[in-house]
């Protein structure tokens, strides 16, 4: 089993920043993939960014903007947000995938002014 605990999120303007954290715990030696989800409210949750070793992906609305990163000591994987939007308010979640399962976190609010 892996637990994951989302921090960080807040209410920031637009062109603000934050940094989101998601710390593992249990049995992170499964753990393959982590990644960030977003969804916000009335639509479907969206894929925001993904890290597999040292390979980085993002959804195209994310790119340039934000950064993925991972810190192994700690079992803590990163997103860092920059220029964000109002759109980009979402619950953002990050997901920990192993080869038998994935494990998801409860989430942390982000909300985005004008």
């Known amino acids: 089993q892996v637990q994951l605990v989302e921090s960080g999120g807040g209410l920031v303007q637009a062109g603000g920043s934050l940094r989101l954290s998601c710390a593992a715990s249990g049995s992170t030696f499964s753990i393959r993939t982590m990644a960030w989800y977003r969804q916000a409210p009335g639509k479907q949750r969206e894929w925001v960014a993904r890290?597999?070793?040292?390979?980085?992906a993002y959804t195209d609305s994310v790119k340039g903007r934000f950064t993925i990163s991972g810190d192994n000591a700690k079992n803590t994987v990163y997103l860092q947000t920059n220029s964000l939007k109002p759109e980009d308010t979402a619950v953002y979640s990050c997901?920990?995938?192993?080869?038998?399962?994935?494990?998801w976190g409860q989430g942390t609010q982000v909300t985005v002014s004008s």
């Open positions: 997901s920990a995938g192993s080869y038998a399962r994935t494990y």
């Open positions: 890290l597999t070793g040292s390979t980085t």
